[in-house]
């Protein structure tokens, strides 16, 4: 069946986005429908271009169990979600929404739609093709991150992944394989999309080669292997690494950041959460201390509370919505760069890469070089460096369940609810979340272990 304008009707209203080289108009269609099937390269960058399923919805749950806020118990009482509350304390039975789980699938059935048709198109498509590879591996590790353990060189190939799903017809898949294999598929998908996506894309919602590399470094890093993470992040940073300057933007700004600033490389944002909401999240305390006073993030990140506590305001989605930025930039490659640097022992370009990101974000000439005496306390700085650059990027769930398997950096979570604690200590099989119990129900697939 081929997609016409007499049997889908798109919405024509532009939306006005600001992308790294000008400002371009680009339409937010409708979502199609999931029994029309694409026939033309125009099909599937219609497909592709679905704003609403391709680059948001993704799943917040990671940053909300994670510790860069906390709730007071007034504000946790009066969540009315349960999921929400229990997700909070980490109840080891909380049932995720069915949503968690099928949005990222969302987006990796339109790309293995696109896929098949490309395959029936006698003509090159490349771009096409690997921008649908780049959504496949996206919407999967989405899933990876919540739902299977992380990656360990020594369990991955037994320990349980999740469905990879390689065609259109994969709704009802019911083995998940193992986590050596999840991460495999990712790599597979996204190696092969840095050789056929293109520098410059018309607007970052689009991915290009620069995201492939990009995701890929972030991907190898997760993985602990930090020469291959090392040589994406230059291969993108090479392509798209220019920083913005902090202090050219105003710290008084409820909305400090654009939408696609230049150091946006692929544009994609959480659903948004009630955890998250402005009068209801409070800024980790230890976090907010850990800026020095010229140190321009804490302005542009934080705003002030009436009752003295912080909340977020940094949003790389130029929003004051619940529903924060999760995707690709410049300054995490330049983090991932430095940090591989300093694990393979090159102390000296690890600080010089981590100066180079810092210096942007300090006052004029208030900027200090960081120095270490050893590789250690290189590597410590720049993962400082990390959760004081990132914060509510949807990256620091993740950095705690690989930190967790050095001692060196395991650290315990805790939270109070009116006295009542809460702990999460290092490794616990809560960093894994159970899969929503419809997808259980629906699939037959095997419940993660508590």
């Known amino acids: 069946m081929k997609i016409t304008s007499h049997r889908i009707l798109y919405s024509m209203a532009a939306l006005l986005l600001i ?5 371009e108009e680009f339409l937010d269609k409708k979502p199609l429908s999931r029994y029309t099937i694409p026939e033309t390269p125009e099909d599937c960058q219609r497909l592709l271009d679905d704003y609403g399923k391709m680059n948001q919805g993704y799943p917040p749950n990671g940053e909300a169990s994670a510790d860069n806020y906390y709730l007071t118990a007034d504000l946790w009482n009066g969540l009315s979600n349960v999921e929400d509350r229990n997700m909070y304390r980490w109840d080891s039975q909380t049932q995720h929404s069915h949503l968690t789980w099928l949005n990222p699938y969302k987006v990796v059935y339109n790309a293995n739609l696109v896929l098949e048709t490309l395959a029936k198109i006698p003509q090159a498509q490349d771009e096409l093709r690997g921008s649908a590879l780049f959504f496949r591996a996206y919407g999967h590790y989405q899933v990876a991150q919540l739902f299977c353990q992380p990656y360990r060189e020594s369990s991955a190939a037994v320990d349980p992944g999740i469905p990879l799903w390689l065609n259109a017809a994969s709704d009802n898949v019911s083995r998940r394989g193992t986590v050596q294999q999840t991460y495999q598929q990712i ?3 996204l190696k092969e999309a840095c050789n056929l996506l293109p520098a410059d894309v018309v607007v970052p919602s689009r991915p290009g080669r620069a995201a492939a590399h990009g995701l890929l470094a972030r991907i190898y890093l997760f993985m602990q292997r930090y020469g291959e993470a090392l040589d994406e992040a230059k ?14 933007l105003d710290t008084n700004a409820n909305v400090p950041f654009k939408r696609f600033n230049k150091e946006v490389i692929f544009q994609s944002v959480f659903s948004s959460s009630p955890v998250f909401g402005s009068g209801v999240m409070r800024v980790d305390s230890n976090l907010l201390r850990s800026y020095a006073p010229d140190d321009l993030r804490r302005k542009l990140f934080f705003r002030s509370n009436t009752d003295g506590s912080a909340r977020f305001k940094g949003n790389y989605d130029g929003t004051t919505s619940a529903a924060f930025f999760n995707g690709v930039a410049v300054d995490e490659i330049y983090l991932i760069q430095a940090e591989c640097e300093a694990r393979l022992g090159d102390r000296d370009g690890a600080l010089e890469t981590l100066n180079k990101l810092l210096v942007t974000r300090f006052g004029k000439d208030k900027f200090i070089p960081l120095a270490a005496l050893s590789d250690v306390d290189a590597l410590r700085l720049i993962l400082t460096e990390r959760r004081k650059e990132l914060p509510f990027r949807g990256l620091r769930w993740s950095d705690l369940r690989r930190l967790n398997q050095d001692e060196a950096f395991a650290v315990t979570l805790t939270r109070d609810i009116a006295g009542e604690i809460s702990v999460l200590p290092p490794n616990d099989l809560r960093y894994v979340l159970l899969i929503p119990q419809q997808q259980i129900h629906n699939s037959g697939i095997a419940q993660n272990a508590r």
């Not at 992308?19 to 400002?23: G, I, K």
């Open 235 to 248: 291969r993108c940073l090479e392509i798209q690494g220019e920083l913005l300057d902090y202090h050219e």
């Open 19 to 23: 992308t790294t080289y000008s400002c």
């Open 187 to 189: 790599v597979n998908d």
